[in-house]
């Protein structure tokens, strides 16, 4: 059992936090209203959940998943970062986030961004590139038929391994997507992003394999 610290308990936070339930982690739920905005979701999620302050919930995660809009990046907890593994679900989206130079550039992907503002922390981008109801209904069990894959980027092996023993417990498989300067290749708009899962249309989604995902990603350009 890992603890997992969520900042961010939204749309794919709150799907994350659920599937970890459902494997017999423990979550620490965080929103930017406070903890009494979460209790119900913590109620429903049972005792293995809990609703904190951001700043806690950073703290006592194991593993740590980032799932906010990129335009929160400035106001998220000072941490101490340093060694922790942060998992980056977010996706920057200029009409929500507001133009940001460096990403509208190229100069740096929204993960690398994210990077900069934790200091020491191992971010690994995954989650971002599929929609929230497809990752509650494609989770499979290992060795199961159909079980749907996941592409994660990250700098540090060490966070991948950890992150991709947590997707295996949470019903999916990892492939490796390189660096976080390599994660343009997942981030919105690329082939990897969605489609490979089926369409919004369809709630129980298509199961994606790691060929599928593989492929999508050399296709990626730009
Ligand atoms: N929805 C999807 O299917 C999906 C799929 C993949 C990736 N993503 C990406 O993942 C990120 C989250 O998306 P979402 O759809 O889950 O959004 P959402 O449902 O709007 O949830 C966003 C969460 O972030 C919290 N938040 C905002 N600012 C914060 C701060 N400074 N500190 C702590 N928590 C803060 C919000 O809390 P309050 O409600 O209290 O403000 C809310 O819990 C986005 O970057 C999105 O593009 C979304």
Redesign the pocket.
Known sequence: MTTIGF?????????VARLSVAAGHRVVL?????PD??QDLAAELGPQARAAT?AEAAVAGELVVV??????FG???AGPWAGRVVMD?????PQ??GQIAELDSGKLTSSELLARDLPGAAVVKV?????????ESLARPAGGLGRSFLPIAGDDAAAKAAVTAFLGSIGYGAVDDGLLTDSWRQE?GTPVYGPPYGPFGNPAGTPASADTIRAALAEAAR
């Open positions: 900042i961010g308990s939204g749309q794919i936070g709150g799907t965080s929103n930017s209203r406070g905005t979460l951001a799932s906010v809009p990129v335009l929160a106001r998220l907890p679900t977010c996706n920057y989206y929500r986030d989650f971002n590139n599929i929609f929230y109801k497809h990752l919105p």
